[in-house]
């Protein structure tokens, strides 16, 4: 709800967390306040998605479908084709009417999609290839039925119900988790290595199963979309630790939460932590800490500042380009223009005034410095972005 200034409201619970994910321990190690903020559906309009994300989503859906009992009609690639579908008009239908992701409801021009699609097949038919449709048993119970069938996406609790999650595959002693992107980074002396975030969520994934089955997965595999399956060596110890200290972060969390009374309180603002959040544009914790120089060797800029004069059309007025005295953000302060603003992307930047105040980020920096805009900028003038401040719960 909009308050006296025209900005909406959004009032972010700081409530007691009851359970972490794995991916909810990972984005507690980055940043507190990433982890509730990622969890506030009402911020949900002001991010924009990432097209890579949702192709990652419509290649799990189709791989955890593949065995499901619709369309029995259906075979081969005609039923993987189907799912893929399926899958694809969900996300876009998602897309349509949201301010920002509307930019991207083209789903053929997603980067990477045909190249994800090509995947999705070679990858489901390798997997029916070794269990055919027909034979899938959903759900596991027991040590000897997790040994001979496969269970796919359930969802298990362990440490008392403070660890939850939802392995992709588990057959046998191993655990399968399926990846749309790479597994490896690369290392502080430069050489390759896997992803430790996909290491730490396997070993929880180990955990999971073990209490629930009584089994100790010896295995963890990384499938990624391209190149060889990755594996890693599990123990029972090493899972252990795992979970404790993911139950560690979220114990903190909670902590955190009952003490703070200022949301800032809970951020982690750094180079690292800052670049891939997409709450940066209203994150007032970023825009405190954000420097000259960050994200230098990325190409990346965000911007804050008021405007020095009011939009000037270009492209025969599709666009529009802003004159931005930059106060703040991660290039040098000054008057700097910035542009092209598309207008049917960026709905309503022609309308700007002298001295309003905006933020951009995603910008593209560069060589010579100048920043212009890729189909990933966000620009907010003051009155648009959300005034977050925490809510409490009632007492007793």
Known sequence: MPNSSGRCKVELNLERIPSVSPSLAETLRICPLQALLNRSQELRQFTLGSPKAWLGIVYHEVLEKLWSNERP?????????????????????????????????????????????????????????????SREVSAVSTKAHAAQTPAREQTLYAMNEKLKGQPDVVSGSEIWDYKSGSVVEESPDGAEQIKEGYVRQLRLYGHLVHENTGASPSKGKLL?????????????????????????????????????????????????????CNHKTYCESFWVNVAEGWWGDRNSAAVSGSLSELPVEVHTGKSVTLKINVSAGNVTPGERVIGPFDKDIHAGVDSYSV?????????????????TTTPWTVCFRESDWPEICAKKPDPG
């Open 355 to 371: 001295d309003d105040l905006v933020r951009i980020v995603g910008c593209y920096r560069k060589q010579d410095g100048t920043l």
């Open 224 to 276: 990624p979309m391209q190149g060889n399956p990755v594996e890693i060596d599990l123990t029972p110890e090493s899972c252990k630790a795992e979970a404790e200290e993911a139950i560690g972060l979220l114990d903190a969390l909670n902590t955190q939460i009952a003490q703070c009374e200022s949301i800032d309180q809970l951020a982690s603002a750094s180079e690292d932590s800052c670049y891939w």
């Open 73 to 133: 009609d259906l075979e081969g690639d005609k039923w993987i084709d189907h799912l893929w579908d399926t899958a694809v008009e969900r996300v876009r239908e998602g897309t349509a009417n949201h301010p920002l992701d509307r930019r991207f409801s083209d789903h053929e021009s997603w980067p990477g999609y045909h190249l994800t699609h090509a995947m999705v097949r070679i990858r489901a038919r390798e997997a029916l290839s070794r269990q055919p449709r």
